[in-house]
Structures are given as structure tokens and as C-alpha cells.
């Protein structure tokens, strides 16, 4: 494919993941950041390599580009304002990459030209420094079965991001929602990888959790059963690499707000529209409601 300029709103990890697959497809890649720093590394199975990025602090210094990602949590949307109002055109793709159900309305408010593809993203990746990633898996990633989808995975190629389409995007949100939902706060009230979900206890718990979660997903109209929630607890006890951490872990480990209101903070709301009760779930976004950001020593 020609190479297309391709700007990318996040640079951590999930950003720094996806920068690498674009340069990797040769394309020119600029990265929108806060803050500069000095290159991208991103690591992969103990070898570091530099990823071909510009960096970008303001965005008045682009042109025009030819794909947007936006890789922030969903919280962090409202701050890229400045950026997606410069450089959403009506021609410009606005590929929102995001955890939980929202992708659309995270960006609905800024009444944006550009066409919006939701995407989700699997990988384990981590940022642990600024410009520096460890990747410790493949990368893959589900959007829309449509015209537009086809673009995008076309854009990527046969790079380390592999990318498949589908025509229910909303029972992948919500199987992707499966993943997040006792993992990531377990891990950050606990502040422990994924080993913490091989204890008893917390595997009991989990089990409950991701059964509210089945409830309630189907109830929004998601083709999940029982069965999903079983394969995903089997990976937990059997599969998932222990030194794994979470998303909402390292936000926490980095005293960066967490993305509980767009994980658990959705799936409650839906729960109390349909009469559903979670009440475990609805504890563990209350916990996550109460900490308090802090930086803390990495574990």
C-alpha cells in the first residue's frame, strides 16, 4: 500500500504498539504527545528496537494526515479536543481504540466530520518509562466488518497488528468488556499481576463477577453465554502469563486515574436500567471509587 500519514493521539502503550505496527507498513507516523521525549523503544522478547516516530506536542505543527488513532483511555478524550478539532476532516478516518462499550459517544461530544471506527485491541503491552514499551504478546485487534474497516486493516497489512472484522461489534465490545472487568480492578486494589487471579478466593470471586457481567451483556443485546465467562476463567487459572499486569494496574502503579467509570462505571449502569443485580461488581467500583492517586513502587 502507499504510505499514508498517520497520526497517532497516546503514546503509551497502546499507542506505542500500534506506532510500531504502522511503521512497520511503511508508513509515516507521527505520534501526539503532551510531553516529548527523546525516541520510541519499543521491546519485544528481551531485544529493544527504535520505532520510526516524529513527535508532535502541538497540534498546530501538522498538515493534513490521512488516518487518525486515538489511543487514550476514555477519560483522557476531553484533552485531545485540541488535536482531533485540527485534524478530524470530513476525508480523515477517526479510528477510536478504546476499552469498554463507548467508542462512539467518547468522541459523540466534539460533533467531529470525520468518520468514527470503534476498534478494540488485545495485547500485552506496558509503558515503562516515557517512549519506552514492553510488548510481551502479539497484537489483535477486531473493528467493524465494513468499508471503512477494510481500509483499515488493509492500512496495517501483514504487520505484528493483526486485525480481523466483524458484523457484531458489540458482542466483541462486550467479550472484550469479559477480559477487563475482574482482572483489571482486581489487579489495581490489590496491586498485583495476573497471578493474583490463581488464588482461590479471588478466582471464586472473579467467576461471580464475570457472571453479572454474562447478565448483563445479553441484556444488552451481546451473543455472549455462560460458557464465555467459563473459557475466560480457565485462561486465568491455566494460561494468562503471571508477570502480566492490567491497564488500570499500571495507571495506578503510575498515579494516573484509572478507567473504572468507563469498565465497571458502564456495565452498573446498564445492570440498574435492565433490573439486573451485580452486587459484586458494584463493589468493586466502589472500592476503585475510593483510592486515591499515588505514585507507587512498580511491582
Known amino acids: 500500500m502507499e504510505a499514508r500519514r498517520i497520526a497517532i493521539i497516546g503514546s503509551g502503550a497502546i499507542g506505542g504498539v500500534l506506532a510500531a505496527a504502522a511503521a512497520d507498513a511503511g508508513h509515516d507516523v507521527t505520534l501526539c504527545v503532551r510531553t516529548p521525549f527523546e525516541r520510541l523503544l519499543l521491546e519485544n522478547d528481551g531485544e529493544s528496537r527504535e520505532v520510526p516516530v516524529t513527535l508532535a506536542t502541538e497540534p498546530g505543527v501538522l498538515g493534513e494526515v490521512d488516518w487518525i488513532l486515538l489511543t487514550t483511555k476514555v477519560q483522557d478524550v476531553p484533552s485531545t479536543a485540541p488535536w482531533l478539532e485540527k485534524l478530524a476532516t470530513e476525508s480523515t478516518p477517526l479510528v477510536v481504540v478504546q476499552n469498554g462499550v463507548e467508542h462512539r459517544e467518547s468522541v459523540a461530544a466534539m460533533g467531529l466530520p470525520a468518520p468514527v471506527l470503534p476498534a478494540l485491541i488485545y495485547v500485552a503491552a506496558e509503558r515503562v518509562a516515557p517512549g519506552r514499551i514492553v510488548c510481551r504478546s502479539r497484537s489483535k485487534l477486531v473493528t467493524e466488518d465494513n468499508e471503512l474497516g477494510a481500509r483499515f486493516r488493509a492500512l496495517l497489512g501483514t504487520t505484528s497488528a493483526n486485525i480481523s472484522l466483524t458484523t457484531d461489534f458489540r458482542t466483541e465490545a462486550w467479550r472484550k468488556m469479559l477480559v477487563n472487568l475482574a482482572a483489571n480492578p482486581i489487579t489495581a ?58 491497564s488500570m494496574l499500571y495507571d495506578r502503579l503510575a498515579g494516573l486515574p484509572t478507567e473504572h467509570e468507563h469498565i465497571t462505571g458502564p456495565l452498573v449502569r446498564a445492570a440498574r436500567e435492565h433490573g439486573i443485580p451485580v ?6 467500583l466502589a472500592l476503585m471509587r475510593a483510592l486515591r492517586p499515588m505514585r507507587l513502587p512498580r511491582v
Open 189 to 246: 486494589l490489590t496491586l498485583r499481576r495476573l497471578d493474583v487471579l490463581r488464588e482461590p478466593d479471588i478466582l471464586e470471586l472473579s467467576k461471580k463477577v464475570l457472571a453479572e457481567a454474562i447478565a448483563v451483556a445479553q441484556a444488552e443485546g451481546a451473543q455472549l453465554t455462560q460458557a464465555d465467562a467459563d473459557r475466560l476463567i480457565d485462561n486465568y487459572s491455566r494460561m494468562f502469563p503471571t508477570d502480566n499486569g492490567t
Open 279 to 284: 452486587p459484586h461488581n458494584e463493589t468493586l
